[in-house]
Each structure stands twice: as C-alpha cells, then as structure tokens.
C-alpha cells in the first residue's frame, strides 16, 4: 500500500495530478468506457439515480468491516487501489461504503474515476440499465472492494440476470459469469453456474432443503433423527461413509438403531429424488454388507493387520530424511 495523505479540505491541483498520474490502470469493464477523472464534493455525489436504481446492488450482507476501512482512510489515499468510481450526473457505482466513512472521517472532496456506458463494448447479457450498473460493480468488487465479492453474491446477481430469460442454461450462465472477470477458476465458475441453473430448473418442481433447514424441519416436528443428503451418492459415498461412522459409534456405545431421514439438496425432478434415495439406501445396506463380511474376517485372522504403512510422502524442506535403501527408498519412515 501507498498511502498519499489527503488535506480534509482543499486539495490543491499539484497534488491532485501527482494523485492521478500514480493511480493504477482504470477498471476495464464490457459495456463501460473509462473518460477519466475528477474531484467531487462528497456531498455532491448521488446514490439513487433518476431511475431509483441505490447503493451497492450486488451486495448481500453489507460492504465489510467499517472500522479497518476507517483505518486506513485516515491515512490518506492508497494509490496502488482503484478509486471510487461515478457514471453521469455524479451518481455512484461503486465504493458506496467508502463514500460513507469519508465523509464520517470529516473529509470533503475526493477523486473518483468517471465512467460512460459504452453499448458498443456491451455483452448479449447486458440491456436493461440495472444490469449494465449490476455488472460494473461486480467486477469493481472482484479485488478491490472492501468485501470481495463472494459466491453467494454472484449467485444471487446470476438469479436476477436470468430470471426473465428464456435462454437460461447453465452454459450461458457460465458465459455471463467470465464476462465478469472476477477471477474465479473454472471450476469456480463451473459450480457458480450448475447452482443457478438448478434453482432455475427446480423452481415450482422441487422443494429446496439444505442440512439446516432439514434439521429445523425434523425438530419443528418433533422427530429425533439425523439427516442424509441423497445427492451424488452414486458417484461418491463420502456422505454415507461419514454416518456410517456415527452408527457405528452409536451402535457400539448404546446398542441402539440411529434414526436417518434422507433428503436431496440438488435434485431437479422427482425422478432424481427417488433415484438418489434408492442409490442411497442401496449404499447404506452394500456398505453395512462390507463391514460386517470384514468384521468376520477380521475376528478369523485377529494377528493379520489389513494395513500397513509403509511410509510417507516427504513434505517437511530439511526435516525429513528418506529411507535410502529397500522397497521403500524415498519415503520418510513413519
């Protein structure tokens, strides 16, 4: 960080070039063409524009933590950030909180970045006014906010893009979040974009639960159980192998039957829903076979381990020291 310290009042026009000329390279948005900047009286800029559209739509739950933003504000101005930015008229796209807190920090003006919509550079995504604002502040959050933008952020803004369009899969959805930049890997972008679509697909069809909710809905009732998810058992049996654990414990322990209720937090037909508790309930009972088959053996040849580590991997720089000779050579003995 840079800091330029700022006067409360007054910034004469030397130290507003020297300001200007050390900032990084402006935000590069589709449908957004830099102008470059100016300095504004903070009471002079807008929050709500001519169309109602106000403060920081892409956010869910507040911009961050006020009290390290105060912090640093007074300070002065870091110039290895981007500044606040306005669009025509002195409304405001972005930096809503910071607006607030410099003006609570007693200062009176402040350089902000100036932007035009630029329908030349817009994506297939962007035509109503909101979506173009929308857009713009997700990406000015992607690094730089004071929050960055988070998954359930963009999930929520992809939810609202999509909901009144015809042409809604999860491809397209993958193609709007990369139009974004928001430096997100595939695979990101990816879950992103699967989860927005199911909503979609699952509206009117499928009762959304999540492990929360499921519990809450067991106690709302009065039923005593532990819940399951359903969803990808037929890939991964990671979620029945972690209960098996627990009926295990509880049925060595109390010598009593765990109570399950099973529930899909994916599934986007009913077709799904059955099959996932079919697949389920198929693992359940294929695993309760394997455990019991290698409890048998396991009491047949008690002196015979069924494991054996050989070794480990040598991760510790300087520390650890690899068995030189052997079947094992390379390894760490452990």
């Known amino acids: 960080m840079t800091f330029t310290k700022i006067p409360l009042k007054g910034v004469s026009p030397e130290l507003r070039a020297e300001i200007e000329a050390a900032l990084p390279t402006p935000l590069k948005v589709p449908g957004w063409r830099f102008k470059g900047y100016v300095w504004r009286k903070l009471t002079q800029i807008n929050t709500k524009d001519k169309q109602g559209f106000t403060d920081n739509s892409v956010r869910i739950a507040g911009t961050g933590d006020n009290e390290t933003l105060q912090l640093s504000l007074k300070k002065g101005l870091d110039t290895t950030k981007l500044t606040p930015s306005v669009y025509p008229d002195d409304n405001l796209l972005n930096g809503f909180n910071r607006l607030k807190n410099l003006i609570l920090a007693g200062y009176k003006e402040w350089i902000f970045a100036v932007y035009d919509k630029d329908e030349s550079t817009a994506t297939e995504f962007q035509s109503s006014h909101e979506e173009f604002v929308d857009d713009f502040r997700a990406a000015a959050n992607k690094n730089d906010g004071t929050r960055v933008i988070t998954d359930a952020e963009v999930e929520e803004l992809g939810r609202k893009r999509f909901e009144h369009r015809a042409d809604r899969p999860k491809q397209k959805i993958v193609e709007w979040i990369k139009t974004l930049d928001l430096n997100l890997s595939p695979q990101k972008i990816e879950g992103i974009a699967r989860k927005i679509s199911n909503d979609y697909e699952r509206k009117g069809i499928i009762d959304s639960y999540n492990r929360k909710e499921c519990e809450v809905f067991l106690n709302d009732l009065g039923i005593g159980a532990d819940v399951l998810n359903t969803h990808g058992t037929e890939g991964d049996k990671t979620r029945v192998l ?28 009913h077709n799904d829903i059955d099959d996932h508790r079919k697949q389920t309930i198929k693992v359940l009972k294929d695993l309760d076979k394997t455990i019991m088959e290698y409890a048998s053996n396991r009491i047949i040849n008690r002196e015979k381990l069924p494991w054996d580590v050989i070794g480990a991997i040598p991760q510790k720089v300087g520390g650890d020291e690899p068995i030189l000779t052997g079947t094992n050579k390379g390894l760490v003995k452990v």
């Not at 972690?242 to 037909?269: C, G, H, P, W, Y």
């Open 242 to 269: 972690r209960l098996l654990v627990q009926i295990m414990e509880n049925f060595n322990s109390n010598k009593a039957t765990l109570n399950v209720a099973l529930f899909d937090s994916q599934a986007t037909s």
